[in-house]
């Protein structure tokens, strides 16, 4: 069993997961990364208010997004790059929300991803003051990258779980969350623990 994954990081218009304005989607096969593409999305109807913090850190203002897919025309694109890779993402439970969100505002089946969090690999592969991603990164050889940018900070992503893998002898995702002790979350799971964390 090859290290074969998809890494993947939204952007956000506002507080609402499902308000997904931005996607960056990195695939590796037999831990190289082989292919990344990235792209702005319009947030669904009802979720696509920007708020002032959310475009302060990543930059994209309402303008650029007007004339971008919707979320229903680009999901398509998004599970035919992905396939049927187990997505990894630095608080993977994020991302993994905002799919679940985004799908339930307009309706569209949501795909059933199983996901593993780098943001869990990094804390129990490396020791460092903070496993936000710049730093997680910097610790996994991947150097100085614009944090925030989707495809960016999806490839840093693709880095840690690359690094952490060769770290500790793992030859895919599976070996590698039973070698570090965490678990894959598959798409129920997921759905529960966004839940439950909002909840509150």
Known sequence: MALDFTAIDFETANSSPASACS???VR???GVVVAQTGWLIRPPAGH???QEWNVRIHGIEPHQVADAA????QLDRLCAFAGADVLVAH???FDLNVIRRACEATG???PPYQSLCSLAVARKVYDLASYKLPVAAEAAGFGAFPHHDALADAR???QIVIDAARRTGSASVFELADAVGVRL???LVAAASAKVRAAA
């Open 108 to 110: 569209d089946d949501c």
């Open 156 to 158: 840093a992503c693709a």
């Open 23 to 25: 996607v960056g989607l």
């Open 70 to 73: 919707t979320w229903s025309e």
């Open 185 to 187: 979350a598959d798409p």
């Open 48 to 50: 696509d208010e920007f």
């Open 28 to 30: 590796v096969r037999g």
């Open 91 to 93: 608080n993977a439970g």
